[in-house]
């Protein structure tokens, strides 16, 4: 869920500054080439965030020579 917000959030961002960008006379294969990296950063940043933590998990570790 944290994930979707992210990205809509994002996609909100992104549409806003597109919009300025032509409204500013910017070329719209720009503003399309612009856009698209942005969403791809957006993705990554997206998943990177949302991903769970797993090292806090029951985890005992022991050395070879270590008793319990």
């Known amino acids: 869920m944290r994930f979707f917000a992210y990205i809509l959030g994002f996609l909100i961002l992104i549409g806003g500054l597109a919009w300025a960008a032509i409204e500013l006379g910017a070329p719209r294969l720009w503003v399309t080439i612009g856009s698209m990296i942005l969403l791809g950063v957006g993705m990554i940043t997206a998943a990177s ?10 985890v005992t570790v022991v050395r070879d020579n270590d008793e319990l």
């Open 49 to 58: 965030r949302s991903r769970t933590n797993r090292q806090n998990g029951d």
